[in-house]
């Protein structure tokens, strides 16, 4: 368990520093377009910079899920039609959900990572999705005695994460769900509870 920690803490770690660096050269590449100092040249640059300044709408949203393809499109759907989201949020996927963010060790680099959404698309509330036999940040279902246990254990962090997000950005409005999928003959049915 141990280990499987440390490979999932290690992965993280490389996929946000990934992340951020992906991200700086794209902005700077971006921007670099309107500082082009050649007069015909600047003509045909789209103007990165002015679609930001007149831009009068944002992101209303940005979504934490776990990476578990069980729950991949049933999570999507939920989103975009029971939440009403579609095309209107920031969309991370982690593995473990909001698992790193329980980590003191690793929940500075998660939230600040969650912190470009708010800067740079002005979010102003999150929607977390965590889900029933996550065995990615939790071991799985069989990790637990029973659904109960699991069910509240899940519902605990998700709850403190709700807290140390109103910490580190107190303006925001943050939603909580827990997943869970029931067999029905050949049809799987998803359900996902908000955690209040």
């Not at 520093?17 to 992906?22: C, E, K, N, W, Y």
Request: charged share 25%.
């Amino acid at each position: 368990m141990k280990h499987t920690t440390k490979i999932l803490k290690a992965t993280l770690t490389i996929l946000v520093l990934l992340f951020v660096t992906v991200f700086t050269v794209t902005t700077k590449a971006s921007l670099s377009a309107d500082e082009s100092t050649d007069g015909e040249q600047q003509k045909k640059t789209v103007k990165y910079s002015k679609f930001f300044d007149e831009k009068k709408h944002w992101c209303d949203a940005l979504v934490i899920t776990c990476t578990d393809f069980r729950f991949t499109t049933a999570t999507q759907e939920f989103i975009n039609d029971r939440l009403g989201l579609k095309g209107k949020y920031d969309y991370i996927s982690i593995p473990g959900s909001i698992r790193n963010l329980m980590d003191s060790k690793t929940r500075d680099l998660v939230l600040n990572t969650f912190g470009v959404s708010f800067r740079l698309h002005h979010v102003k509330r999150v929607v977390i999705l965590a889900h029933q036999d996550c065995t990615i940040g939790y071991g799985g279902s069989k990790s637990f005695t029973e659904p109960e246990v699991e069910y509240k254990t899940i519902c605990k962090d998700l709850k403190k994460a709700r807290r140390l997000f109103g910490i580190k950005f107190p303006h925001l409005r943050v939603d909580l769900y827990y997943g869970t999928v029931y067999n029905n003959e050949d049809k799987r049915i998803y359900n996902f509870k908000q955690i209040l």
